[in-house]
Nanobody, 120 residues
Framework: QVQLVESGGGLAQPGGSLNLSCAASGSTFTVNVIGWFRQAPGKGREMVAT???????NYTDSVKGRFTISRGNAEHTVWLQKNDLRPEDTAVYYCDAQARAGAILINEYWGQGTQVTVSS
């Protein structure tokens, strides 16, 4: 099992910045893909950014150039730096960790989510 704990959400003004962090514990050696998803009110959960083998691999188009996913200095910590925030970035952000064998998903773990609200 892998446990994920997010922190860093809150209220930001349009054009502002927020950093989210995700601390992973447990059987982290099984994880090879980690990233962030979000779910806005009334919408489905969407992928925001993911890393594979510690390298950023994918961003959803709406956040490219504004968000950056990176590995933290602390072991098993993943950050999401969010700049130039927009009201449409308002959502609950979830940390996601996956154990994959190629294209096959073996296990997937979710954090509890952290609310991000962008409003003036």
């Amino acid at each position: 099992q892998v446990q994920l704990v997010e922190s860093g959400g809150g209220l930001a003004q349009p054009g502002g910045s927020l950093n989210l962090s995700c601390a992973a514990s447990g059987s982290t050696f099984t994880v090879n893909v980690i990233g962030w998803f979000r779910q806005a009110p009334g919408k489905g959960r969407e992928m925001v950014a993911t890393m594979k083998y510690n390298k950023p691999v994918n961003y959803t188009d709406s956040v490219k150039g504004r968000f950056t996913i990176s590995r933290g200095n602390a072991e098993h910590t993943v950050w999401l730096q969010k700049n130039d925030l927009r009201p449409e970035d308002t959502a609950v952000y979830y940390c996601d960790a996956q154990a994959r064998a190629g294209a096959i998903l073996i296990n997937e773990y979710w954090g509890q989510g952290t609310q991000v609200t962008v409003s003036s």
